[in-house]
């Protein structure tokens, strides 16, 4: 019987394993780690964030599904691997800690055959003076990133929402609180649906609206942004953007790199190298991402976390890492098995595996600071490369060493992203875009370095309810209800 440990239960995690236990059966075990008891559809954390759906619709226990999937269930964080073993034995193992299941705080080594990296990313609040620390979230904004937090947030804008009928007027920041951060596209949804719940609420006229962000143009996306077939013309994000910022009545501060946040007040800089400060009196700023800080041992207790982890803590993978400056990247450059150079018995999936550079050009101010967008690992990558890790993983259990890998290169994948933009039965709108490939690759497609046979995007009430519709369909899928497996990723 071999093991397979799955480290993370989030998309990328939460696919890997529930698709390999699926293909393995009951000759092999798989076993999940993650410090959380339960699933989050994070895509829809917008809407609990705006006091639209609550913290319960969006999350579900971890703990019932993977009982009925036949999957081992650790609620635990992962704190070393031991690719090579130790001294006691050769088989690899990873050090977990507990979080939950009555056994907070005690530690456990579990082996394993395969194992499969899909943590997710640290949100690094840290990296910002004020934005947060080690532990999280700080006192002076309010975050999406997990449902939680988006319900702390619904309740600081209720909060708002009252204070604007009293006749009290409020100043919105949303978008990054660093110039490193990806994910803008959470905080793109979070600032339409805010300002579309202020004119339900009546309070439209008494709201500031203000979006700041480390892309160097609206529309980036952390993506290099994306040209979509309208008509006979192409149209960019960029053009997307600056109308629907315009036609929401949202001013954009772009290119910027929030230093320092205190209490009503953002401090940054911008990519000329000028500093400027925001008020505000309701901000919700993303962090910037790292790895989880997980580290890594060889047989003798030799310290190998450079080995196994990029410097930002992301697992190497099959990606090259040394491509150099911007003008010699290529999409071939990023992995496609995501299995580790190193050890072949580890991969990683989602956000945990290491890109070999960003998507979107990179910038640097006169001071030496970089202002950018890391690239996005999240959404429909993520599910379909956890699936194709899953598989690989499973056809070297069944078929031996020599089994052919699965492969899912962001360069050759497309992806659909439907971005909320006010939730509503009849009055709710989004961007429905779909991108081919994710990562452009100007060899094929010069130019633009994107299909625009596959690349189109529309803003409408039908993307409200597609979102409205993947929300369901992919929570139903998760909890492995009759049928999961036919719906894509």
């Known amino acids: 019987m071999a093991r397979v440990v ?4 989030g998309v990328a995690g939460h696919t ?17 780690v993650t410090p959380n008891s339960k699933w989050n559809w994070i895509p829809s954390n917008i809407w609990v964030g705006v006091g639209q759906m609550t913290k319960e619709e969006v999350t579900f226990d971890l703990a019932p599904v993977y009982e009925k999937a036949g999957i081992t269930y650790k609620q635990a964080k992962a704190v070393s691997l031991n690719p090579e073993g130790n001294a006691s034995g050769d088989k690899p193992f990873v050090t977990i800690e507990y979080t939950g299941q009555g056994k907070a705080g005690k530690s456990e080594e579990v082996t394993y055959d395969y194992l499969i990296n899909a943590t997710g990313p640290k949100l690094n609040f840290a990296a910002t ?22 319900d702390h947030a619904a309740h600081e804008f209720a909060k708002a929402i009252e204070k604007m009928k009293k006749g009290e007027r409020q100043k919105f920041l949303i978008g ?4 490193m951060c990806t994910c803008q596209g959470a905080a793109f949804e979070y600032i339409f649906n805010i300002e579309h719940e202020l004119r339900k609420a009546g309070v439209r006229d008494m709201a500031d609206m203000q979006w700041i962000s480390n892309e160097s143009f609206l ?9 979509m077939k309208r008509g006979g013309y192409a149209a960019s994000s960029r053009l997307f953007a600056e109308s629907l910022y315009s036609e929401r009545g949202v001013k954009w501060l772009i290119g910027a790199h929030v230093n320092k946040v205190e209490k009503g007040k953002v401090s940054y800089e911008l990519l000329d190298g000028s500093m400027g400060e925001q008020e505000f009196d309701f901000a919700m700023l ?28 992301f697992m190497k993978v099959d990606a090259n890492y040394s491509a150099g400056a911007y003008e010699n990247w290529k999409a071939s450059d990023w992995p496609r098995t995501y299995q580790n150079p190193t050890y072949k018995n580890l991969f990683a999936a989602g956000i945990a595996f290491a890109p070999p550079h960003p998507i979107s050009k990179p910038m640097t101010t006169p001071n030496g600071t970089q202002i950018f967008p890391t690239p996005p690992r999240t959404g429909m990558p993520s599910g379909i490369i956890g699936k194709a890790v899953a598989h690989s993983v499973c056809d070297l259990i069944k078929k031996g060493p020599s089994a052919h890998l699965h492969e899912a290169s962001m360069a050759e994948m497309g992806a659909a992203c439907v971005a909320s933009a006010g939730k509503g039965l009849f009055d709710g709108t989004a961007a429905a875009l ?26 409408g009430l039908a993307g409200h309810w597609i979102k409205h519709i993947l929300h369901h369909m992919f929570i139903y899928k998760a909890k492995l209800n009759p049928g999961w497996t036919m719906i894509p990723e």
């Not at 799955?6 to 239960?9: F, Q, R, T």
């Not at 890997?16 to 999940?32: M, R």
């Not at 990054?176 to 110039?179: E, I, R």
Request: aromatic share 10%; hydrophobic share 40%; glycine share 18%.
């Open 176 to 179: 990054t609180g660093h110039g």
């Open 129 to 150: 003076p004020g934005l947060g620390d080690a532990n999280g979230l700080g006192e002076f904004t309010v975050s999406v990133c997990t449902a939680d937090h988006a």
């Open 16 to 32: 890997a394993a529930t698709f390999a236990a699926d293909w393995l059966g009951k000759d092999h075990e798989v076993v999940v």
């Open 434 to 459: 779909t991108v081919y490939p994710v990562v452009p690759d100007f060899e094929k497609y010069p130019g633009l370095g994107r299909d625009l046979d596959y690349t189109f995007g529309e803003i």
């Open 219 to 227: 529309g980036d996306f952390g993506i290099g942004g994306l040209h």
């Open 286 to 313: 993303i962090p910037p991402f790292a790895g989880v800080g997980l580290k890594a041992y060889d047989k003798a207790g030799e310290d190998i976390t450079a080995t196994v982890f990029a410097p930002n803590g």
């Open 6 to 9: 799955v480290l993370g239960g």
